[in-house]
């Protein structure tokens, strides 16, 4: 079992920055790919961002590329989501999950946060 608490979301003008973290219970964290992923009302969950367990492989959807960086600290049981360059479209709620796999869908992600939110005004 693994639990995660999300934190870093707030209110930032466009073009700012944002750090999310997510901080994880149990021992097994370094065992499992970490994501993050962000949802508006009335959407799907979408993916964000992966990184596997080491934290060699990252992947990004395109709405996050040279914007966002996914990274992770086994020994602090975190993972993070540096947000550059925000946007009003950004704005979401945020929710860091675990998986087994290195994955973009969010079915294939066994545990989850309880969310952040992130609000760009324009």
């Known amino acids: 079992q693994v639990q995660l608490v999300e934190s870093g979301g707030g209110l930032v003008q466009a073009g700012g920055s944002l750090r999310l973290s997510c901080v994880a219970s149990?021992?097994?964290?370094?065992?499992?790919?970490m994501g993050w992923f962000r949802q508006v009302p009335g959407k799907e969950r979408e993916f964000v961002a992966t990184?596997?367990?080491?934290?060699?492989?990252?992947y990004y959807a395109d709405s996050a590329k040279g914007r966002f960086t996914i990274s992770r600290d086994n020994a602090k049981v975190t993972v993070f989501l540096r947000m550059n360059s925000l946007k009003p479209a950004d704005t979401a709620v945020y929710y860091c999950?675990?998986?087994?796999?290195?994955?973009?869908?969010?079915?294939?992600?066994?545990?989850w946060g309880q969310g952040t939110q992130v609000t760009v005004s324009s």
């Open positions: 149990g021992r097994t964290f370094s065992s499992y790919a």
């Open positions: 990184i596997n367990w080491s934290g060699s492989r990252t």
């Open positions: 999950a675990a998986s087994s796999y290195v994955v973009t869908d969010p079915d294939r992600y066994d545990y």
